[in-house]
């Protein structure tokens, strides 16, 4: 059992094991430094770019199932909105719970010829794909509707799962050095902003224009109105499957990349130090920096995820843009991902936590202006695309804190080694529970507002509730965030020392490493 005290104890510990392995130098003169290959720890474009494109499937489903599911299940499936939510909340809750069973489970893979993550990612890879695309399926029958989607979206889920958990954890073993993961974890954020683009561009675009509503929706008289096109339900089925399956062949192209693209640093000298799943919870829940970084991230990420889930409804049924909510939401992820590069440069120069203060909260103002104002399509396009600065920096800077976490634990504790996996797999443990629980309630809510499934136009307490889903509720959930990060305790001069020690323990070890084999 590992106690938070102990762990806390080990940093004192960590200086006295770098300076035993520094000692090593001094007394073995006659062997020059044999350090760990610069050009082993770097890392070539081509690697960074297949490694980014690796994680571009899992943002373009996620963001086609975060923006379009609520909607699809409402108006194309015409389930109930109290189905609905029971779908969306259960297969969110099952895809958190997956998470740290098979962070679990990943922690104590021994490595193969491809690796130690890879096999993970090559086996999920085609179930996923079948999954998602029957999740897009309306089967023929009324009754089973319900089971249908629960069982393949949990079972989509569960394939997802197995392949972003090693994913994410295979920043650790792409390089030793610090700048180089993060270097490449900014390849990672601006290909997965573009994913989360296509993503919504190939569902918002193929689909958004089929719409079982007259096409001039501010005209009263619908009944009447024969010139107006009406696009059969049949067809709006048949839209969601040709970009379901377009998606499915990207997601396998981009699983193809990484595999040949990227290779795993096996660290040479370190054993796994194999936990129970108590003990492994225990380790990584009693680290202090951790704790706080997930939580607040918590928060800020609930918030998002309430914009996501409710965003499409609030620009079809409270703003009215039905013809132009694809375009919109397609806006803010342009925006996202070319202010990307610049968040990259402001916490490389100004340090991650004020990057974070000052990204998150720039999205505050027109969370609240986009309700204030009266329905107005162009300046809803420029509330987008200032909205997409923020979005870009809630993608960008959770995945580049969480290795400095990792690190400062290896600091602290030297002698425990192969449990990244572990830290990885509880963040998304977290961030997923708390998705399920927003779209789930969010659905419930429009339920007891009056929510009509398959009407073209809904009551104005449905409009009343968006507003309220979109604005008021994740503006508090930042503030909170903010507040909880505030105490985060690894700033610019932690992370840098830390680089420093992990970096000298790590050539002392290469260089224990030769000794032996030349003894």
Same mark, same amino acid.
């Given at each position: ?35 760990? #290959? ?268 309430? !914009? ?60 609240? !202006? ?25 993608? !960008? ?15 602290? #504790? ?106």
């Amino acid at each position: 059992m590992y106690r938070l005290d102990s762990t806390m104890a080990r940093g004192e510990g960590a200086e006295q094991y770098a300076a035993s392995l520094l000692s090593v130098k001094s007394t073995n003169t006659e062997i020059k430094t044999v350090k760990p #290959n610069d050009q082993r720890n770097r890392l070539s474009v081509w690697n960074k770019l297949c490694y980014a494109i690796g994680g571009a499937p899992y943002q373009i489903t996620g963001s086609a199932l975060g923006f379009f599911l609520q909607i699809y299940l409402l108006d194309v499936a015409q389930l109930d909105p109290f189905h609905a939510s029971i779908i969306l909340f259960v297969g969110r809750a099952w895809d958190a719970v997956t998470d740290p069973a098979v962070g679990f489970l990943v922690s104590r893979s021994g490595w193969t010829r491809v690796g130690r993550m890879m096999p993970w990612i090559l086996f999920s890879t085609p179930f996923a794909v079948l999954t998602y695309f029957l999740i897009w399926y309306v089967p023929p029958f009324e009754q089973g509707k319900v089971v249908w989607y629960l069982i393949f979206y949990c079972l989509f889920q569960s394939m997802q799962t197995c392949f972003h958990v090693p994913y994410s954890a295979l920043t650790m073993f792409i390089s030793n050095d610090q700048k180089e993961r993060d270097s490449a974890t900014a390849y990672r954020m601006m290909v997965e902003v573009l994913g989360t683009v296509l993503g919504t561009a190939i569902q918002g675009q193929i689909v958004g224009g089929d719409t079982n509503c007259p096409t001039e929706p501010d005209e009263h008289d619908r009944r009447n109105s024969t010139n107006t096109s009406i696009v059969s339900l049949n067809e709006t089925k048949q839209a969601y499957l040709i970009s379901s399956g377009v998606i499915c062949i990207i997601y396998i192209f981009c699983a193809t990349v990484l595999f040949l693209g990227v290779k795993e640093n096996k660290e040479s000298g370190r054993k796994v130090s194999h936990l129970t799943f108590c003990q492994g919870l225990w380790l990584v829940m009693g680290y202090g920096p951790y704790i706080k970084l997930v939580i607040g991230f918590l928060f800020t990420s609930l918030a998002f995820m309430l !914009l996501e889930g409710n965003f499409a409804l609030f620009i079809t049924y409270a703003l009215g843009h039905r013809k132009d909510y694809q375009n919109i939401l397609l806006v803010i992820m342009l925006s996202g991902t070319m202010t990307i590069p610049f968040w990259q440069w402001f916490l490389s120069r100004f340090g991650k936590k004020k990057a974070v203060y000052f990204g998150v909260t720039w999205a505050v103002p027109f969370m609240i !202006l986009i309700v204030c104002i009266k329905s107005n399509l162009i300046i809803s396009y420029l509330v987008s695309v200032a909205a997409g600065v923020s979005v870009a920096a809630a993608f !960008l800077l959770p995945w580049s804190m969480l290795p400095d976490v990792v690190d400062d634990f290896k600091v602290k #504790n030297p002698d425990i080694h192969g449990h990244e996996a572990l830290f990885y797999s509880y963040y998304v443990f977290f961030i997923k529970f708390a998705s399920g629980v927003s779209l789930g309630v969010s659905t419930l809510s429009l339920k007891f507002a009056g929510y009509v499934t398959g009407s073209c136009s809904q009551p104005e307490a449905v409009s009343l509730t968006l507003k309220v889903l979109v604005s008021p509720v994740p503006v508090a959930l930042i503030a909170v965030g903010l507040l909880i990060l505030w105490t985060y305790p690894i700033d610019e001069e932690r992370r840098q020392g830390n680089r420093k020690l992990l970096q000298e323990m790590l050539d002392s070890e290469s260089e224990i490493s030769v000794l032996g084999s030349s003894v």
